[in-house]
């Protein structure tokens, strides 16, 4: 089961996230999601747990917990829905349009 945690600290390791969760079970791996650009966490991440019943056990008992000095949410992971730029509009792109004046009057 994929595991979500948000409001993480942004000094928070994967081995923190999997040392955690493995107090609960396996621990298939565990990411913290980072900005591409400046490396700094997003403050969220994900725990993979093979076992179900494990997964459901961590989640409920680390759900609101305070975790690294900050309260977090733990729940199961969702599909993500892909909504960049003109995909939720069927493809359309931006709507600016590209009529470009130059200066006032003239066109």
């Known amino acids: 089961m994929n595991i979500f945690i948000g ?3 942004y000094n928070v ?3 923190d996230l999997r040392q955690a969760f493995e107090a609960f079970g396996q621990v298939a791996s565990a ?3 980072k900005d591409k650009l400046s490396g ?3 403050g969220f991440g994900f725990v993979e747990m ?3 019943a494990e997964a459901q056990s961590a989640i ?3 759900n609101g917990q305070a975790f690294k000095g900050r309260t ?3 729940n199961e992971a969702r599909a993500r829905a892909d909504n960049r730029r003109g995909r ?3 493809g359309e792109g931006d709507r600016r349009g590209g009529g470009h004046r130059r200066g006032r009057g003239r066109y």
């Open 7 to 9: 409001n993480l600290s």
């Open 13 to 15: 390791t994967e081995g």
């Open 31 to 33: 990411t913290v999601i």
């Open 40 to 42: 700094r966490s997003k």
């Open 50 to 52: 093979p076992e179900q």
């Open 60 to 62: 409920a008992a680390l």
């Open 72 to 74: 977090i949410t733990v």
């Open 88 to 90: 939720d509009r069927g």
